[in-house]
């Protein structure tokens, strides 16, 4: 089957996940034990009990919070989307739900909507607005999926039809056009029930996408394992979903945080082989964004605002025959656009079939020299003469204009 996505998500590549609930108020500690794990697990890993765990939402006053500002930093770092937990494993809902009480509006002194909040402004900054839904495990209700647990005793079904397409229903009727519904861990779910809630999701509202992980291989496009990126380009969409450092929800322990360099050699080779890269952030409890993340998702826009045109809108390249250790390739129709991570004299590739027509600098079009030769053995092959880096550069993209769509050769010998 061929997969349908949007032309948003084809075209735009590059999304924020927001992983935000009462677990982010632990920060990855309760009673003074630490988990060894990723922060949003906790309840789960550190066995808290239910009605423990749910006192933690009378101190959720996120007064940090400001919707407007992660949407701006998102947008600044060139992103296209935003995907928020609308409820995540934990059960524990971040807008006003009709269905439970158990959310961000009832159960707390913060008394608001936080999906209103970044609905409003994606919308102002133009952002498409996507929501993460753990649809089969709920830890706040002893039917739903739980991971580790047997099926035994869980009436999954009654789960399912009071909770979680309920809720699914309201996220898709009173907060206007969902770009993406993020599912997760389908768990035990059958075929019959993913097919069911893909019905539902699609008879609501028919453009939401959905992601890989409603299981039974029915989403619109293939979600990769969590930061696990294909060896090779891929014969349907996909997305990676990816930590900023080692964690979704916040820890105040984990100071894993990726380098800008190492966020950005994921995002080109995600998309030279056809993905979309999805990028965490984990606010604090009090709302506020860990200022490490913000620096790289600010490090990250300052080269998406010249370069851009090399991840938006591009498509998986073809097998190109050659392990180059210094790059990687985007590209789209007329442009080849060559991503180089290390500090080199000139750039020499063999086998391009593409005559190229014009080859600059893409961040500011400086014309560089790129020689045409074929080589002793009967391969093609072009040189082309870098300029010097620029002061803390990492990806120097030099943009070669072709003809058609890139295409590479045989090797000769
Ligand atoms: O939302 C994020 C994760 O919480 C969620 N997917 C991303 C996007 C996710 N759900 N399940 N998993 C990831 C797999 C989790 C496995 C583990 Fe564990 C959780 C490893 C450690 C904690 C469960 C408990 C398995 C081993 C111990």
């Known amino acids: 089957m061929k997969n349908r996505t949007g032309q948003w998500w084809d075209e735009g590549k590059f999304g924020l996940f927001i992983h935000w609930g009462l677990y982010s108020l632990l920060g990855g500690e309760y009673k003074g034990k630490r988990t060894d794990n990723i922060a949003e697990w906790i309840m789960h890993d550190l066995d808290i009990p239910m009605e423990e765990y749910h006192k933690l939402a009378a101190s959720f006053n996120p007064t940090s919070f400001d919707a407007d500002s992660i949407v701006r930093l998102a947008k600044q770092a060139g992103m296209k989307y935003v995907v928020l937990t609308s409820k995540h494993h ?11 009480p158990y959310n961000s509006f009832d159960a707390t002194p913060y008394k608001k909507d936080v999906v209103q909040q970044l609905r409003k402004a994606c919308d102002k900054h133009g952002l498409v607005f996507g929501l993460y839904y753990s649809q089969a495990q709920d830890w706040d209700d002893p039917n ?14 009654s789960y399912f039809t009071k ?63 969590d930061n696990f990126i294909p060896a090779l380009a891929y014969d349907r969409p996909f997305e990676v979903p990816a930590t900023i450092n080692s964690t979704w929800g916040y820890n105040k322990f984990d100071t894993n945080w990726k380098s800008t360099a190492k966020i950005l050699r994921s995002l080109v080779k995600v998309v030279s082989r056809g993905g979309n890269y999805l990028l965490n952030i984990g606010p604090r409890g009090d709302g506020s964004v860990p200022e490490e993340s913000i ?23 073809p097998l190109y025959p050659y392990d180059i250790d210094w790059g990687y390739f985007t590209a789209k129709k007329g442009k080849l656009f060559i991503h180089i991570f290390e500090d080199k004299e000139d750039a020499y590739l063999l086998n391009i079939a593409n ?59």
């Open 144 to 157: 739903a999926c739980r991971d580790g647990y047997s099926e035994e005793g869980r009436d999954f079904s």
């Open 90 to 100: 934990e059960g524990f809902a971040l807008y006003h739900s009709k269905v439970s």
């Open 295 to 317: 620096t790289i998702l600010e490090n990250v826009g300052s080269f998406m605002e010249k370069n851009g045109q090399s991840i938006y809108g591009t498509k998986a390249l």
């Open 355 to 413: 005559k190229p027509l014009r080859c600059y600098r893409l961040s500011d079009g400086l014309p560089l020299t790129l020689k045409e030769r074929t080589t002793c053995e009967g391969d093609s092959s072009w040189l082309i003469k870098l300029p010097p880096r620029e002061e803390g550069e990492i990806d120097q993209v030099i943009c070669v204009e072709i003809e058609g769509d890139v295409s590479f050769e045989p090797i000769t010998g």
């Open 163 to 225: 909770k979680c397409i309920p809720q699914i229903t309201e996220l898709l009727t009173e907060y206007g056009p969902i770009g993406l519904l993020w599912l997760d861990t389908p768990l035990y779910m059958t075929e019959k029930q993913s097919k069911t809630l893909k019905a539902h999701i699609k008879s609501l509202q028919p453009d939401c996408l959905i992601s890989g992980r409603i299981g039974h291989g029915l989403g619109d496009y293939m979600t990769t394992g």
